[in-house]
T-cell receptor, first 109, second 114 residues
Framework: AQRVTQPEKLLSVFKGAPVELKCNYSYSGSPELFWYVQYSRQRLQLLLRHISRESIKGFTADLNKGETSFHLKKPFAQEEDSAMYYCALTPDSWGKFQFGAGTQVVVTP | DGGITQSPKYLFRKEGQNVTLSCEQNLNHDAMYWYRQDPGQGLRLIYYSQIVNDFQKGDIAEGYSVSREKKESFPLTVTSAQKNPTAFYLC?????????????FGPGTRLTVL
């Protein structure tokens, strides 16, 4: 069965410091991976997806198939990055998503 | 906002009563989903529907039921058989149920069973 693990429930970083959110997955096939974000009092929304190879709001995520990881990184955290972040995967069939438990990021000035 | 609406925002019910949560979308999306969000557990899929008049069980379907009579609407009924119904419920939709398509989420309904 597919599984997504986000080992950190809470990450507290200072503004300007690098931030890395860990995501590990288990799935026997080739899943597609996503990061979703939920800012305070806003809806859950897509941050980025692996297939797009994009950088959104300074965040990037690298898929490491050997380590089955999809960690999210940003070199310089900003206060507006404070939010709940969810890693998600969907198998190579159609969009039945599996979400991780989420990591709360708090960026302090 | 707009696109996907969920109502009501807060819902209180007595134990043993069925309750229906509304989800409507005007994005012309084919696929719709219901998730349950609990602290420390992320989002868990309850039911999903790829097209009208068709839906599939997710990972935690027991005690829930859905219908998809219209493309725009995907109501979720929490039945008295659901042992722990108090939770935050999220509805989502996507253009079609394909791997690469983004899911758009509603604002959620917080259900409290007294």
């Amino acid at each position: 069965a597919q599984r997504v693990t986000q080992p950190e429930k809470l990450l507290s970083v200072f503004k300007g410091a690098p931030v890395e959110l860990k995501c590990n997955y288990s799935y026997s096939g080739s899943p597609e991976l996503f990061w979703y974000v939920q800012y305070s009092r806003q809806r859950l929304q897509l941050l980025l997806r692996h297939i797009s190879r994009e950088s959104i709001k300074g965040f990037t995520a690298d898929l490491n198939k050997g380590e089955t990881s999809f960690h999210l990184k940003k070199p310089f955290a900003q206060e507006e990055d404070s939010a709940m972040y969810y890693c998600a995967l969907t198998p190579d069939s159609w969009g039945k998503f599996q979400f991780g438990a989420g990591t709360q990021v708090v960026v302090t000035p | 906002d707009g696109g996907i609406t969920q109502s009501p925002k807060y819902l209180f019910r007595k134990e043993g009563q069925n309750v229906t949560l509304s989800c409507e979308q005007n994005l012309n999306h084919d696929a719709m989903y219901w998730y349950r969000q609990d602290p420390g557990q992320g989002l868990r899929l309850i039911y999903y529907s790829q097209i009208v008049n068709d839906f599939q069980k997710g990972d935690i379907a027991e005690g829930y039921s859905v219908s998809r009579e219209k493309k725009e609407s995907f109501p979720l009924t929490v039945t008295s058989a659901q042992k722990n119904p108090t939770a935050f419920y999220l509805c989502a939709s996507s253009i079609e149920g394909r791997v690469y398509n983004e899911q758009f989420f509603g604002p959620g309904t917080r259900l409290t069973v007294l």
